[in-house]
């Protein structure tokens, strides 16, 4: 390895990803690389990708030309779900030098060298069947909020999604390990912490000697004890693996915030049996239904698929009727794209490319009401705010961000003294931007 040399990172997809590259990251750090900024010219750049954007080659293809823009000799490394899934297509990226594969992205620093551009690029990759080692990865970048892995892999079949054939079956860490993790997290005075996983609530393992099988409840009911760490937030959980004990424990609990993001993909239930997922659209409004008999405040977030195969006008409007009437906070609105390898690929009746953009922007436009709609019920109540830092305040008109422990995003202008603080406030207005405006807080006392 050069003495000294500089590394770079790029993440695209989810807070998985986030969490996957920091602890890359570390590695570098450990072998005596300095990170350094994307846009400083670094020696090594490592772009971790995602399968699940639409337009994962384009991406990736543009990612590597601002790279080899700021530094024309940099070795470029290619990891994530979407260098699995394509290896040999990312090989021929111009510019790219290695490609790793979902077990070999943690070795990476081992593959490097001496850090000199190919004139081809390698590949290392195992067979998807073989990923079935649980690695520990935690995010540690930004010290107001951190990113934990506590779970990988997924066991479900769902026809439209490459996840399984890019990260294998579902597997998770030791609540142990998880709580050795949170220890380190907290060395770094992060006051939230984010669980993620590939299916979160899937988490779980036989305990060692005994027929009892550790649990996600079992999970959450030990980082709830954990003093040194203010909150604690689930990602994304399946509405059939979201129990009444989850939200009953979740509702009680002192660290655990009252926000939960559940996929729905479709209310029709003829489109969720053609998606194979594990549950019908009774049962996810009984979730949410219950939630909000607990917790009236809690914020749901919810991810939604528009022009499935098959799906009629009358389905789509179905699944925006029932979405129209629950009570949720927001959409994630995803426009199905055909995947390799996918069942759905099969399928007939494809919509119209035109027609999906359409459903998608109705979609979006019921989000952007049913956020607003949700703050407005807010209006009046006292919550906490975790304020972040802005690395350039300039850039956001003097403003600096936060969120509350239900998730309304607040802004308030710039001071130094309030990052990483957790602030009560008053919610009393929303500015043209969707943020929950507080233009003063020296009356309220940090907590």
Not at 350 to 364: A, D, F, G, S, W
Request: proline content about 3%; hydrophobic content about 35%.
């Amino acid at each position: 390895m050069i003495s000294k040399s500089t590394v770079a990172f790029h993440t695209l997809g989810c807070k998985l990803n986030f969490s996957e590259t920091s602890t890359i990251a570390r590695k570098f750090e450990e072998a005596g690389f300095e990170k350094t900024g994307f846009d400083k010219g670094a020696d090594v750049y490592v772009i971790n990708t995602c399968s699940v954007t639409e337009n994962a080659d384009r991406e990736c293809k543009t990612i590597v030309h601002r790279a080899l823009n700021q530094n024309p000799d940099a070795f470029i490394a290619i990891v994530g779900c979407y260098a699995q899934l394509k290896p040999n297509e990312i090989s021929n990226i111009e510019g790219v030098d290695l490609v790793l594969g979902a077990t070999e992205k943690f070795t990476i620093v081992n593959y490097i060298g001496e850090a000199v551009k190919k004139q081809k690029a390698e590949i290392f990759s195992c067979e998807i069947a073989d990923a079935n080692e649980f690695i520990s990865s935690y995010s540690t970048t930004d010290r107001t909020r951190a990113f934990l892995k506590v779970q990988d892999g997924c066991d479900y079949n769902c026809s439209f999604c490459t996840i399984p054939l890019a990260r294998g079956k579902s597997r998770s860490n030791t609540i142990e390990n998880v709580l050795n993790d949170v220890k380190k997290i907290a060395e770094h005075r992060a006051k939230e912490i984010v669980l993620t996983g590939v299916n979160l609530g899937d988490f779980g393992y036989a305990e060692a000697g005994s027929q009892k099988k550790i649990t996600f409840l079992d999970l959450i009911k030990e980082l709830d004890k954990i003093e040194r760490i203010e909150r604690f937030r689930i990602s994304s959980i399946e509405p059939n693996l979201l129990t009444n004990e989850i939200i009953e424990f979740v509702s009680q609990s002192k660290r655990f915030v009252p926000h939960f993001h559940i996929p729905l993909q479709s209310g029709s239930d003829k489109i969720l049996k053609q998606m194979r997922r594990r549950y019908l659209s009774d049962l996810y409004s009984d979730r949410v239904n219950t939630i909000k008999n607990l917790m009236p405040h809690c914020c749901i977030g919810v991810d939604v698929i528009v022009g499935f195969p098959g799906e009629t006008t009358d389905d789509f409007l179905e699944t925006y009727n029932f979405l129209n009437i629950l009570d949720i906070s927001y959409l994630h609105v995803f426009t199905y794209s055909e995947r390799e390898n996918t069942h759905a690929v099969q399928l007939a009746h494809q919509v119209p490319i035109h027609e999906r953009k359409k459903r998608n922007k109705m979609l979006r436009i019921l989000s952007e009401k049913k956020l607003r709609h949700f703050y407005e019920q807010n209006f009046g109540k006292e919550f906490n705010v975790l304020f972040e830092s802005e690395n350039n305040p300039d850039a956001s008109g003097g403003m600096m961000h936060g969120f509350t422990e239900n998730y309304i995003k607040v802004k308030t202008p710039f001071d130094p003294s309030l990052i990483n603080q957790i602030i009560p406030i008053k919610l009393e207005s929303i500015d043209e931007d969707g943020c929950a405006l507080v233009e003063e807080i020296n009356e309220f006392s940090q907590v």
